[in-house]
């Protein structure tokens, strides 16, 4: 089955500065990778995500880079902020199946 | 969006009691919606596949006799911790597949903290 790792499990910056958070993943026929933001005690939120047909996808700050020859992918946050502070969640699934396997997490601390 | 219903929220239970979960998708149909357990600061932990109209799918180590599952119509989930001890404890989340653009989104529902006490 898939596997997915993710990393850092704990990523500080001041805000203003960038953030990116790296995922790999294990089976070469996944190619739909959500990322999620889940703040304390709330659901995930689903914040971008990228097909494999593409290797760069952007939302104002908030950016996703794939690359599938190394089966890794990752989010890059621009001029972050103190409201960015959440655990961001990774995941791959193949097209098809809408069974996510999540990574475990990224805790974002942005210190004002 | 799509939204995606729990409840209760919160629940509160002794040691030996049963509790249930209802998971709802508001404004679609699920045939098939997930089951997650979450520690603290941990990540989201795939418990059981459930499906409509059939026996839900259980992941490994799950056990299928204590956290019963129930799908019976297209808009309704409902997890059923049984016999609750403390180390059943967590936060329990659903989540609902809608296919979109070339794939399916999760929606996941808020979220059931359980305490057993």
């Known amino acids: 089955g898939e596997n997915v790792e993710q990393h850092p499990s704990t990523l500080s910056v001041q805000e203003g500065d960038s953030a990116v958070i790296k995922c790999t993943y294990s089976d070469s026929a996944s190619n739909y990778f959500p990322w999620y933001k889940q703040e304390l005690g709330k659901r995930p939120q689903l914040i971008i995500d990228?097909?494999?047909?593409?290797g760069e996808k952007k939302d104002q700050r908030i950016a996703v880079t794939l690359n599938k020859t190394a089966k890794h992918f990752s989010l890059h946050i621009t001029e972050t902020q103190p409201e960015d502070s959440a655990v961001y969640f990774c995941a791959a699934s193949r097209g098809g199946s809408y069974i996510p396997t999540f990574g475990r997490g990224t805790s974002l601390i942005v210190h004002p | 969006g799509a939204v995606v219903s729990q409840h209760p929220s919160r629940v509160i239970c002794k040691s030996g009691t049963s509790v249930k979960i209802e998971c709802r998708s508001l404004d679609f149909q699920a045939t098939t919606m997930f089951w997650y357990r979450q520690f603290p600061k941990k990540s989201l932990m795939l418990m059981a596949t459930s499906n409509e109209g059939s026996k839900a799918t259980y992941e490994q180590g799950v056990e299928k006799d204590k956290f019963l599952i129930n799908h019976a119509s297209l808009t309704l989930s409902t997890l059923t911790v049984t016999s609750a001890h403390p180390e059943d404890s967590s936060f329990y989340i659903c989540?609902?597949?809608?296919?979109?653009?070339?794939?399916?989104?999760?929606?996941f529902g808020p979220g059931t903290r359980l305490t057993v006490t």
């Open positions: 990228i097909r494999s047909n593409v």
């Open positions: 989540s609902a597949p809608l296919q979109g653009g070339g794939g399916y989104e999760q929606y």
